[in-house]
């Protein structure tokens, strides 16, 4: 009984900070929505945010976020949506990074956040530039799932995550040999197989709405 306490006061915490930062976002101009898990993320965006725009293509960015939510995959079930795939392995890498070139002039683009300030700004580090590029500008709709425990106090606080803990868990998971995945920490290498290359902050969505936030009530991604 005492566990199921303590998970319940949790939740109840995370949902008070998530109604903040969501307040947070939309000063900033951004959309933004709470869903209490992956699979209500998933209703939320299949329910309420496409309903509101147009689109006939779509892509996505490398997130565990999104890959739990299954929207890559619900999404052209529901609708008759152009996909570009970006990452097939049986591939040729340079057809992939045509294809991620492509998937910049789609309609709907969909990814995750590296860290997202409880004041309402994303933080991003990218290896290639693609996840970053799709956030900043081309796609006409960007939606990303955050978990909360992406949700930092501030920008120093979201650096020193993704520097020592999602780029070396990332470069771990991707089977990269760069010191971080061996120590799991930054060394801010020049290794060629370096995940930290383009780093962005997201301040505000221009134009407004462009961007929605999706914040999820569950510990989700890296």
Avoid: Y
């Avoid at 109604?19 to 000063?27: G, H, M, R």
């Avoid at 693609?130 to 990303?144: A, C, E, K, L, Q």
């Avoid at 997201?202 to 914040?215: D, G, H, K, N, W």
């Amino acid at each position: 009984m005492a566990g199921n306490a303590t998970d319940t006061s949790l939740d109840e915490f995370w949902r008070i900070k998530l109604t903040e930062v969501q307040k947070s976002l939309q000063a900033r101009n951004f959309g933004a929505h709470i869903a209490e898990n992956a699979d209500q993320t998933r209703e939320l965006v299949l329910s309420e945010i496409l309903p509101s725009i147009e689109f006939t293509s779509m892509s996505w960015g490398d997130s565990m976020t999104l890959a739990a939510t299954r929207l890559i995959q619900e999404i052209p079930a529901r609708h008759d949506v152009q996909l570009i795939q970006t990452f097939e392995a049986d591939v040729p890498r340079p057809e992939i990074i045509e294809r991620r070139r492509q998937a910049l002039l789609v309609d709907l683009f969909l990814t995750g956040t590296n860290a997202l300030t409880e004041d309402g700004r994303l933080i991003n580090l990218d290896m290639v530039g693609n996840r970053v590029s799709g956030i900043t500008f081309g796609p006409r709709h960007v939606i990303i799932c955050v978990g909360r425990n992406k949700i930092v106090p501030g920008l120093h606080a979201g650096m020193a995550r993704i520097k020592h803990l999602s780029a070396p868990a990332n470069a771990l998971r991707h089977g990269f040999k760069t010191p971080c995945a061996t120590t799991g920490k930054c060394h801010e290498c020049s290794s060629p197989q370096r995940v930290c290359n383009t780093w962005t902050i997201t301040e505000c969505s221009f134009p407004a709405q462009r961007i929605q936030v999706v914040l999820i009530n569950q510990d989700l991604g890296l």
